[in-house]
């Protein structure tokens, strides 16, 4: 990824970014490498496999190429 952008096969915009806060129902305040902040969602095989998020682990996410500001954590790194 190199830190670039770029479309998944499935249409899905990613980024790398750092869980800045835990909130309410599995979700999560990711502050973006390129300086924004989103509001994220753990994807189904992260919560199948129980897999825990805390603040300051580094996240790739996956958003739609419609709105930046809500997506889905699908790995920690």
Same mark, same amino acid.
């Given at each position: 990824?190199?830190?670039?952008?770029?479309?998944?096969?499935?249409?899905?915009?990613?980024?790398?970014?750092?869980? %800045?806060?835990?909130? !309410?129902?599995?979700?999560? *305040? %990711?502050?973006?490498?390129?300086?924004?902040?989103?509001?994220?969602?753990?994807?189904?095989?992260?919560?199948?496999?129980?897999? *825990?998020?805390? !603040?300051?682990? *580094? %996240? %790739?996410? /996956?958003?739609? !190429?419609?709105?930046?500001?809500?997506?889905?954590?699908?790995?920690? /790194?």
């Amino acid at each position: 990824m190199k830190g670039k952008n770029f479309l998944t096969k499935k249409g899905f915009l990613t980024k790398k970014g750092q869980v %800045v806060e835990t909130l !309410p129902g599995l979700k999560f *305040r %990711v502050l973006l490498d390129d300086g924004k902040e989103a509001i994220c969602h753990l994807g189904g095989k992260l919560k199948l496999h129980k897999i *825990r998020i805390l !603040p300051g682990d *580094r %996240v %790739v996410v /996956e958003f739609s !190429p419609y709105d930046e500001t809500k997506g889905r954590i699908i790995i920690r /790194e």
